[in-house]
């Protein structure tokens, strides 16, 4: 049996090729859009990947079974449970796909645990067809190393997070916690995943280690469990909605070999006041000392594409900005989460340290700067655009609490007309933060340098000179 993981760091996404040695017959879990890796794989170990799985309609990303089953002739296979709109074979509770012979070759069976969606199913992986117990279980956003998938997610049907959490804990409790502890586990996210509240950094366990380790696995009441997993969930991402639509409908095949035409900068800013999205996609510093007026800034090094997704509005063209491998790099992370609308870049930088009608620079304040304003400057808004878990540890004071995932659906709650004080941790999401709230007509924005990390960091310096 050959059992192989993906890993994704910049979107915590795993996924997964499945193949007998012996028959060459191979499936992907979950694989993400750019599936290169896979085909390369496979063809490393002499593979035919026959068959595409997925493990329920996920929220955070656009998995790649289209492209996949483009260029491989695959089937794609889920739950028969499944909402979907596209062509899919549909998989019964208790299912069987042998990849080999059928009693000493390779098999996955199909396991409905509903919970995260009402669809929801695990891949339990027996390395021969007849062992009686599965040697892995590939358990999507049911089970993750520490955690469980969230209840509360889009595509519950219409339930409540109460009923989807007592569908979650039935499935744990009667299909997977009865199986032996040396059962391997191979989950669909890892921590800094949405998809759950505190995964761990693990992207592989056993359901031993996690019947020890995993709150939601320890014994408790179906009441109790409900309250466990429903509590501090917070929003989810405003543009898991979309992401949902568009892995119900199916999508078209992403094609990273297409040129994207280069755009001068004034049309790119004639582009962003005709509805556009400006993305510049350079890091904060490179951002603050210059930029086209109006651009968003999302830097690649952190968790890109998700804020990118959560900065845009649905059906938004896209205008990307940075140097020509930045932008082909931007291009690609947002093809993951289903956006396809970029139809411009911009890459002459030079021109952004030029000042002009079209570039700007950004407010930042040093930590006493920020105190300054703070004591001196009335009307003014601190914004926190951390998550709510990282804001109850600690925040500056008057704070007001509008994560980034969710700001672009809620600034509706900060006057225009005032000025803006922007912290997150370290200055990644609130350079995110101040260009979309600028972009949006809040004529005086400025963002805490270092964030709430500087500080803290100043405060302790400080309480010691003391």
């Not at 996404?13 to 499945?18: C, E, K, N, V």
């Not at 989950?187 to 992207?203: E, F, I, Q, W």
């Not at 709230?437 to 405060?459: E, I, K, P």
Request: net charge negative; proline share 5%; with cysteine.
């Amino acid at each position: 049996m050959i059992l192989q993981q993906f890993y994704l760091s910049c979107l915590s996404q795993a996924s997964y090729l499945i193949a007998d040695e012996e028959s060459g017959r191979a499936v992907v879990v979950d694989p993400r859009r750019d599936v290169d890796q896979y085909l390369v794989a496979a063809g490393e170990h002499g593979l035919r990947i026959v068959m595409v799985l997925l493990t329920h309609v996920h929220a955070d990303f656009v998995p790649g079974h289209t492209e996949l089953a483009e260029r491989t002739g695959a089937e794609i296979a889920m739950s028969e449970r499944a909402p979907v709109d596209f062509p899919m074979r549909g998989l019964s509770d208790g299912e069987v796909i042998n990849l080999g012979d059928p009693e000493t070759g390779v098999s996955i069976t199909a396991i409905a645990t509903p919970g995260h969606t009402p669809e929801s199913i695990t891949f339990a992986v027996r390395e021969h067809a007849a062992d009686a117990d599965p040697t892995a279980l590939l358990t999507g956003d049911t089970l993750f190393i520490g955690d469980v998938g969230r209840p509360d997610l889009l595509g519950a049907a219409g339930r409540t997070p109460e009923e989807m959490a007592r569908e979650l804990y039935r499935s744990l409790r009667e299909r997977i916690m009865p199986l032996p502890d040396g059962v391997k586990i191979y989950p669909a996210h890892g921590a800094g995943s949405a998809c759950g509240k505190a995964l761990s950094s693990a992207t592989v366990s056993t359901l031993g280690e996690q019947r020890a380790q995993n709150y939601a696995l320890a014994e408790m009441t179906e009441d109790a469990f409900v309250t466990a997993v429903t509590d501090g969930l917070g929003e989810p991402p405003a543009y898991f909605e979309q992401e949902v639509a568009v892995n119900r409908a199916g999508h078209s095949s992403f094609d990273e070999s297409a040129e994207i035409p280069k755009v001068s900068a004034d049309e790119a800013v004639r582009r962003q006041r005709a509805g556009s999205l400006l993305l510049d996609v350079r890091d904060d510093q490179m951002y603050a000392a210059g930029h086209l007026t109006c651009s968003v800034n999302v830097g690649l090094s952190g968790r890109f594409a998700e804020f990118a997704a959560a900065v845009r509005a649905p059906d938004q063209s896209v205008v990307l900005v940075g140097a020509p491998a930045e932008v082909a790099e931007a291009r690609l992370r947002l093809a993951r989460v289903g956006i396809d609308t970029v139809d411009g870049v911009f890459t002459d930088l030079h021109e952004l340290v030029t000042s002009s009608d079209l570039t700007s620079t950004q407010s930042r304040l040093t930590v006493s700067q920020a105190a300054d304003a703070m004591a001196g400057v009335d009307s003014l808004q601190i914004v926190d655009v951390r998550g709510p878990g990282e804001f109850a540890d600690g925040a500056l004071p008057g704070a007001v609490n509008l994560p980034l995932p969710r700001l672009r659906t809620s600034m509706d709650k900060l006057d225009k007309k005032r000025p803006v004080l922007v912290n997150c941790a370290g200055g990644y999401r609130s350079s995110a933060a101040a260009s979309l709230l600028r972009s949006a007509g809040f004529t005086d924005v400025s963002d805490l340098l270092g964030g709430w990390n500087a500080w803290q960091a100043d405060r302790h310096s400080t309480m010691e000179k003391a």
